[in-house]
């Protein structure tokens, strides 16, 4: 049974950092494609991050470039994103998911095969 597991989300000041973490259980992760997304009360889910399989390439939404960093460890099978001078904007559930095949694409969540449960994150101003 493949499953994704998130933790690190909490309640940080403005201008705080956290880094989230993703485990992938079941399988390789080093197979696997992977990308964070976000869904604020009320909006619908937005793509923060995306990383291929090797987590020499990675893409970034406009505003987390330069704050945010998506990595990941194969030999742990588990995935990052570091977040660094968080905005109240930035308060949201975050996601994990994972997809093999081709890397492009990468911010459509729909053609992401497997979804963690979110982990909370708040940002107070």
């Known amino acids: 049974q493949v499953q994704l597991v998130e933790s690190g989300g909490g309640l940080v000041q403005s201008g705080g950092s956290l880094e989230l973490s993703c485990v992938l259980y079941?399988?390789?992760?080093?197979?696997?494609?992977m990308a964070w997304f976000r869904q604020a009360p009320g909006k619908e889910r937005e793509f923060v991050a995306a990383?291929?399989?090797?987590?020499?390439?990675?893409d970034y939404e406009d505003s987390t470039k330069g704050r945010f960093t998506i990595s990941k460890d194969n030999a742990k099978n588990t995935g990052y994103l570091q977040m660094n001078s968080l905005k109240p904007e930035d308060t949201a559930i975050y996601y994990c998911?994972?997809?093999?095949?081709?890397?492009?694409?990468?911010?459509?969540?729909?053609?992401?095969?497997?979804w963690g449960q979110g982990t909370q994150v708040t940002v107070s101003s």
């Open positions: 079941g399988r390789a992760l080093r197979s696997y494609h």
């Open positions: 998911g994972v997809r093999k095949g081709d890397y492009t694409d990468y911010q459509y969540g729909g053609r992401y095969d497997h």
């Open positions: 990383c291929d399989w090797s987590g020499g390439t990675t």
